[in-house]
């Protein structure tokens, strides 16, 4: 099935810089979510966007929904070491159990 | 967030042998469970949904009876499999569904298969 477009594909930044990715979609989506994966660990969810225009922070993460609902970006401020990993986000449609992820954002922070 | 268990965390087998993977939610009835397969650098590759007390569904591509899914609870589904060649070697991810399409993820399994 087709995957969402996300971008970059890695980013490679000094600690304390903000960072900013994106995804997006030739279709529309009902919900937008964003996870972390470390490696050898499942994904974990950062959060959760369900209507259009919905900005939603959490601590130094700061996620918005696409007012297109076709969109959505995810920006980490003043990055610390443990932000290393990879991001994906997700997108979800009602009434459907599939859930479509980005290829991932792989963020390298250097101390 | 709700707690999805996989186990277990890293599999070591002989080509030919079959595994079986186990993922439960700890605190919440999942009627729909997933199972992803991700190789390394790439993303999450939908391989079947899981329903409780039904048959699973399969996406393209992914042989059924080489990856036998059952739910037999609502907080257990268990992905076996079977008769692993190397080329299944993989990070195997589980996850349920909670409230409002949220999606919450075991933390995978690591099959090598020698």
């Known amino acids: 099935g087709q995957q969402l477009n996300q971008s970059p594909q890695s980013m490679f930044i000094q600690e304390g810089e903000d960072v900013s990715m994106n995804c997006t979609s030739s279709s529309i989506f009902n919900t937008w979510l964003w996870y972390k994966q470390d490696p050898g660990e499942g994904p974990v969810l950062l959060i959760a966007l369900y209507k259009a225009g919905e900005l939603t922070s959490n601590g130094r993460l700061t996620a918005q929904f696409g007012i297109t609902r076709k969109d959505s970006f995810l920006n980490i401020s003043a990055s610390i070491p443990s932000d290393v990993g990879i991001y994906f986000c997700?997108?979800?449609?009602?009434?459907?159990?599939?859930?479509?992820f980005g290829a991932g954002t792989r963020l390298t922070v250097k101390p | 967030g709700a707690v999805v268990s996989q186990h277990p965390s890293w599999v070591i087998c002989k080509s030919g042998t079959s595994v079986k993977i186990e993922c439960r939610s700890l605190d919440f009835q999942a009627t729909t469970m997933f199972w992803y397969r991700q190789f390394p650098k790439q993303s999450l590759m939908l391989m079947a949904t899981?329903?409780?007390?039904?048959?699973?569904?399969?996406e393209q591509g992914v042989e059924k009876d080489k990856f036998l899914i059952n739910h037999a609870s609502l907080t257990l589904s268990t992905l076996t499999v079977t008769s692993a060649h190397p080329e299944d070697s993989s990070f195997y991810i589980c996850?349920?569904?909670?409230?409002?399409?949220?999606?919450?993820f075991g933390s995978g399994t690591q099959l090598s298969v020698l």
């Open positions: 996850s349920a569904r909670v409230r409002r399409e949220k999606l919450f």
């Open positions: 997700a997108g979800q449609r009602y009434n459907n159990n599939d859930m479509r």
């Open positions: 899981s329903n409780e007390g039904s048959k699973a569904t399969y």
